[in-house]
């Protein structure tokens, strides 16, 4: 079950990797597609949220567009 950490509200388009990048904001980068030719990521920030990120979550940009973590499932099996 996930928590939401933070509002933001980005509006997703498609196409695009949304992701909480290392400084705890929402960034976003294009997908890749078979068949492209591989070059330089283009990844832009799209909401400063500045999130502190502890250890054992899995932190994500959820449907309604906010931050929301998950602890990570260790050692099951």
Do not use: N
């Not at 997908?31 to 990521?41: E, F, L, N, V, Y």
Request: glycine share 16%; net charge positive.
């Amino acid at each position: 079950m996930a928590e939401k950490v933070a509002k933001v509200g980005v509006k997703k388009e498609g196409g695009y990797l949304y992701f909480v990048d290392k400084q705890g904001d929402v960034s976003r980068a294009v997908m890749a597609r078979g068949g492209r030719k591989k070059g330089a990521t283009q990844v832009e920030k799209v909401a400063k949220a500045g999130v502190k990120k502890e250890g054992g979550y899995l932190y994500f940009v959820d449907k309604e567009g906010d931050i929301s973590r998950a602890q990570m499932a260790r050692g099951r099996k």
